[in-house]
């Protein structure tokens, strides 16, 4: 089975169409691309999903092989963090993830630079991957992400108390809100399900739709309010939200709430969940958009 193409880059089954080797082609073009813009310098990171560290290893030699100055991002990384790596590192990026999709797919997503997709049909990529690999560095950059996402939330939810769900299917988000909220002070309570990465997603497809929701509706069903609460998709670009006796808040109504909290600063939404904050990053946010409505849901 071959890799398909997507808005940012391919997608295939693991271990048929999405193979070690193809990897190493897929990131083989992209360094070419990458040293064709005049770049030096590229940003590695993976999901939660079956080898995807073992593929990301691969394709960061690749890209150091070409001689480019090559980072590893540590651990399941969600796309935020990448997004914030690659404007930190002002380097192009090379994400291995394949978003709401089973368990059973992987994919990438490339980028030229921060908020810059590269479409597939503009990525030359030869029958063979060079054998050459090099070395790459460790990165490390989510305590200055969550730096980042607490200035960019502000205080507005200190004083707001409740009890606050967050499922992260087994994804790549995990951990992120609980230090957040530490950071910022807030006095909710917040219990996060699912928090460990899990390559098939505790059983579910990563994808915060209702039916891959039964814990997390049934727990908000006998909440009273104070209450909320939030599911992340496994690449932890996008947001669901539910409200105590377990209504799903609609992306729209969502939206609208969200423009409440922010009292005229910009945000944009794809209508599936994702929101996008162009003066904190150039890449979706569900953390910040978690954050910022606790403003208005508690």
């Known amino acids: 089975m071959e890799l398909y193409p997507t808005q940012e880059g391919f997608l295939g089954e693991i271990a048929r169409g999405f193979t070690f080797a193809q990897v190493a082609r897929l990131a083989a073009g992209f360094g070419e691309r990458v040293r064709a813009e005049g770049l030096r310098r590229a940003v590695v990171a993976h999901d939660a999903r079956f080898l995807a560290k073992e593929m990301a290893e691969e394709a960061a030699g690749v890209l150091a092989g070409l001689g480019l100055e090559t980072h ?14 690659l404007e ?3 380097a192009a990026g090379f994400y291995l993830t394949a978003g709401r999709r089973p ?12 908020g810059l997709p590269l479409a597939p049909q503009d990525l030359p990529l030869s029958e063979r991957a060079p054998e050459a690999r090099g070395s790459f ?27 606050v769900y967050l499922d992260t ?8 809100m609980p230090q957040a909220c530490k950071l910022l002070g ?11 990465p899990h390559p098939l997603f505790y059983g579910v497809d990563p994808d915060p739709r209702p039916e891959n929701l039964g814990t997390l509706l049934a727990l908000l069903r006998a909440q009273e309010p104070p209450a909320a609460g939030f599911a992340l998709d ?43 904050f162009p003066w904190h990053l150039k890449e979706r946010d569900p953390f910040l958009a978690a954050l910022l409505l606790l403003k208005v849901l508690l």
């Open 137 to 163: 560095q460790p990165l490390d950059l989510k305590k200055a992400y969550l730096e980042r996402l607490a200035q960019s939330a502000g205080e507005g939810a200190k004083e707001k108390k409740g009890v």
């Open 186 to 196: 807030l006095q909710v309570e917040l219990r996060e399900l699912h928090p460990l």
């Open 72 to 85: 590893l991002l540590r651990g399941p990384t969600p796309l935020p963090l990448f997004g914030f790596a």
């Open 169 to 176: 299917l087994g994804g790549a988000g995990g951990g992120v």
């Open 88 to 90: 930190e590192r002002e």
């Open 103 to 114: 368990a059973r797919y992987q994919g990438v997503r490339l980028r030229l630079g921060p």
């Open 234 to 276: 496994g690449d932890g670009d996008r947001l669901a939200v539910i409200l105590p006796g377990g209504e799903v808040l609609p992306p729209q109504e969502a939206l609208a709430r969200l423009q409440e909290a922010l009292g005229g600063l910009e945000v944009e939404a794809d209508g599936e969940g994702g929101y996008l």
